[in-house]
């Protein structure tokens, strides 16, 4: 039998710090080589997602479980005080991630944005006002690679129920998405990647709409009632937030798509 085309290379290891959506996406998409990790997890856990293994960042003592992977996906955020920032980057020196491969999931809200619809590619100032930022931006000068991830959707997370629920509240301000299968494809990707080591990546679909027109599209696809109206919130200006996040970096070096289309794929 010819066996030319089929050989696979294998998954490579990699540590899943955080046990939230993305990572049981990840593990669903494909559990072989994956450890997942939780500051509910056990030291004997065998890294499943019903089982994680024990990582505190709090806890120095727990740190010692990256030791035998190279590759590893931080999940939550590096720092959400300005007191976590060091607390992140001792963690990273003293476990020697430098030599390691370090992805860091981030969001898109790190960039800093003057122009309403601005279309924001990697090199767009980021904000640094957040001590997520500048943790993530310390980390990515010490080699890790951070994915700036737009707003996630999929099963369990439905724009339709954000706007149901008032979540949104400028119909003419852009949204970004990204579904939750791509998000695993472009780990994948990366996973088997030289590690793109301090780089920034954007991680959208490259769809760029208005929320009325996501509402249109719903309507026509009889995912939201046709009477559905969005009613401009007054005292929460358009602002800043409002943006378009380009995804060309992404597209040239590391994931093409295809990427998921919503409405017309749904959530799944």
């Not at 924001?120 to 100032?125: I, L, T």
């Amino acid at each position: 039998m010819n066996t030319e085309h089929s050989f696979q290379p294998p998954i490579p290891s990699a540590l899943i710090l955080g046990r939230g959506y993305v990572a049981k996406a990840l593990l669903a998409f494909h559990s072989l080589g994956f450890c997942v990790t939780s500051r509910k997890g056990t030291t004997q856990g065998n890294g499943s997602f019903e089982q994680p293994k024990y990582f505190d960042l709090d806890d120095p003592g727990s740190w010692s479980v990256v030791e035998s992977f190279e590759q590893i996906v931080w999940t939550f955020p590096a720092a959400q005080k300005d007191a976590e920032i060091e607390k992140s980057l001792r963690f990273f020196e003293s476990k020697c991630l430098q030599k390691k491969r370090v992805l860091i999931l981030a969001s898109t809200s790190a960039y800093r944005v003057n122009t309403v619809g601005a279309l924001v590619d990697e090199k767009f100032p980021l904000d640094f006002n957040q001590p997520r930022v500048r943790a993530e931006e310390d980390l990515r000068d010490r080699g890790a690679c951070v994915l700036h991830l737009a707003g996630i959707y999929g099963t369990g997370r439905d724009p339709v129920s954000w706007l149901q629920r008032g979540l949104i509240k400028n119909p003419d301000s852009f949204i970004n998405l990204i579904h939750i299968s791509d998000i695993c494809h472009i780990m994948m990707r990366w996973l088997y990647s030289d590690g793109l080591s301090g780089r920034r990546l954007n991680a959208s679909d490259g769809r760029h709409r208005t929320w009325n027109k996501l509402i249109e599209d719903l309507k026509r696809a009889s995912l939201l009632d046709a009477r559905f109206e969005l009613t401009p919130d007054l005292g929460s200006p358009q602002g800043t937030s409002s943006k378009r996040i380009c995804n060309e970096v992404l597209l040239k070096e590391l994931y093409s798509g295809p990427f998921h289309s919503y409405p017309e794929e749904g959530l799944g």
